[in-house]
């Protein structure tokens, strides 16, 4: 029987593996407290594209986020998305939809540290290889920082962030204020 700390230990290097689209993304597996089916959706108005909506599992209003408006049009979910990949945080849960997670497995990550900064919100964190083929490791904080603030902003009535570029699949996504 393995301890409960050999079981962290080993989640610790794995990333869960998914696809939205066309492109495979990762997130760190310790990030991830569950994966569903996709509840149904519902659009907060005026929000930045990002926020698919809030989704609303066993009686727990999540966040939602799309992330073709952040990463482009090859993130596109397809018509029968139906995953929801719920992440744990400690200002709370949220979710991205999703197509399909595709494993839990340990891969290197190559972190871009030069696109990096304090002063961009970047959803992005690097790169990665699985099944010979190349994937984006996606930054958890960034992604829920961009949900956290979406939604703040709705609530008190001001503008949405916006991305000041489109991103691709090896570059790290840069947001300002608008």
Not at 10 to 15: A, P
Not at 58 to 77: H, K, T, W, Y
Not at 89 to 102: M, N, R, Y
Not at 151 to 170: A, I, M, N, R, Y
Request: overall charge negative; glycine content about 6%.
């Amino acid at each position: 029987m393995i301890s409960h700390q050999s079981r962290i230990a080993n989640l610790s290097d794995k990333h869960c593996i998914f696809r939205s689209g066309d492109v495979m993304f990762s997130v760190p597996a310790t990030t991830v407290r569950e994966v569903t089916i996709m509840p149904t959706i519902v659009p907060v108005p005026l929000s930045h594209p990002s926020l698919a909506g809030i989704g609303n599992l066993r009686s727990e209003f999540l966040p939602v986020i799309d992330l073709e408006p952040l990463i482009g049009n090859q993130a596109r979910l397809s018509a029968d998305s139906g995953q929801l990949l719920v992440m744990q945080c400690p200002l709370g849960s949220w979710a991205i939809a999703i197509d399909k997670v595709v494993a839990i497995d340990g891969i290197e990550t190559h972190i871009d540290a030069g696109q990096r900064n304090e002063n961009t919100m970047s959803v992005l964190m690097g790169t990665a290889t699985y099944d010979g083929k190349v994937i984006s490791v996606l930054d958890v904080n960034g992604l829920q920082r961009i949900a956290q603030q979406t939604l703040e902003d709705q609530w008190h009535g001001s503008q949405c962030v916006f991305p000041s570029t489109v991103s691709t699949p090896t570059s790290a996504s840069k947001w300002n204020a608008v």
